[in-house]
């Protein structure tokens, strides 16, 4: 089976930097995606990381170990609108279906 | 179409009666899957068409699920006999070449009462 652990919650103020660390445990593994979700809306997809290291885009990053079965997604420069739910996914082999974590709700205060 | 389109938004029905919940994929992607999220919870893994293969259905949590796609484009999800415990937002993607990027529809909340 797989199984896929985040935090539940984290707040933080404008302009500050979040991360969210993801561990999992699969039988196979592919990849590992974020996705984002305001509350009411459909999920997006934000990044994904397939090899070891960092991957940039805008103020939003992920990291993946695959040694350590270890990934995270850092938001910088926090806004209001960056408020929502964050998941992690792994795929566990090319092509198959994302099994998705439990979300890490991220509240931006003023 | 533009995005994936899912209707009905919402759907209340009464406990013991069927629903079927229609996803429009993207024109043209192969991949569609469908999900449930519970409020407040992660995202559920229903069933997954690719192209002509045989769907994975090994997400269906019983026999009173069962979805089909024609023409591999538009899928039904059907719930037989639905109970509270069904109540969710059922989600549909889909995807092209990417299997790591679903384009999510808006879902259809369902409650049962």
């Known amino acids: 089976g797989q199984s896929l652990e985040q935090p539940s919650e984290v707040t933080a103020v404008e302009g500050a930097i979040v991360q969210i660390n993801c561990t999992y445990q699969?039988?196979?593994?592919?990849?590992l995606s974020w996705y984002q979700q305001h509350d009411g809306g459909a999920p997006t997809f934000l990044s994904y990381?397939?090899?070891?290291g960092l991957e940039e885009t805008g103020r939003f990053s992920s990291f993946l170990s695959r040694s350590d079965s270890y990934g995270y997604l850092l938001l910088q420069e926090l806004q209001m609108k960056d408020s929502a739910s964050y998941f992690c996914?792994?795929?566990?082999?090319?092509?198959?279906?994302?099994?998705f974590g439990g979300g890490t709700r991220v509240l931006v205060k003023p | 179409g533009a995005g994936v389109s899912q209707s009905p938004s919402n759907k209340v029905t009464e406990k013991g009666k069927d629903v079927e919940l229609r996803c429009d994929p993207i024109?043209?992607?192969?991949?569609l899957y469908w999900y449930r999220q519970s409020l407040g919870q992660g995202l559920e893994f229903l069933i997954y068409f690719q192209g002509n293969s045989a769907p994975d259905k090994s997400g269906l949590p019983s026999d009173r699920f069962s979805a089909e796609r024609t023409g591999g484009s538009v899928s039904t999800l059907t719930i037989q006999r639905t109970q509270q415990e069904d109540s969710a937002v059922y989600l549909c993607?889909?995807?092209?070449?990417?299997?790591?990027?679903?384009?999510f529809g808006s879902g259809t909340r369902l409650t049962v009462v």
């Open positions: 996914a792994v795929g566990k082999a090319a092509g198959n279906k994302l099994t």
């Open positions: 990381n397939a090899l070891d």
């Open positions: 024109s043209g992607h192969t991949a």
């Open positions: 699969t039988s196979g593994f592919y990849g």
């Open positions: 993607a889909s995807s092209l070449n990417r299997p790591e990027v679903y384009t």
